[in-house]
Nanobody, 125 residues
């Protein structure tokens, strides 16, 4: 089992930036990819970005492409989400997740084994 702890959320104005972090511990040797998802009340958890642990290839939701950047630090077992040009529609609880599955597409929340507790991002206009 992998334990995940997010940090870095907060309240900002539209156009601002935030850097989110997610530190992994436990059986991290099994991790094949990590992702960021977000959720607002009454809606399903939405894919934001994912990164393969080996090689570092990335995938983004169309809604964040060009504004958000996912990266990882293998030594620190940490994944980051740099969010720029934030919009009110980006307001959500952001969750990081890890999976031990080796797949082509990491956009489905069902593929992930471990989840963090979430960090709130609020963007006001």
């Amino acid at each position: 089992q992998v334990q995940l702890v997010e940090s870095g959320g907060g309240s900002v104005q539209a156009g601002d930036s935030l850097s989110l972090s997610c530190a992994a511990s436990g059986r991290t040797v099994t991790t094949k990819a990590m992702g960021w998802f977000r959720q607002t009340p009454g809606k399903e958890r939405e894919f934001v970005a994912a990164i393969r642990w080996s090689g570092g290839s990335t995938t983004y939701a169309d809604s964040v492409k060009g504004r958000f950047t996912i990266s990882r630090d293998i030594v620190r077992n940490t994944v980051y989400l740099q969010t720029n040009s934030l919009k009110p529609d980006d307001t959500a609880v952001y969750y990081c997740a890890a999976t031990s599955a080796y797949l082509v597409d990491y956009r489905s929340a069902l593929l992930y084994d471990s989840w963090g507790q979430g960090t709130q991002v609020t963007v006001s206009s």
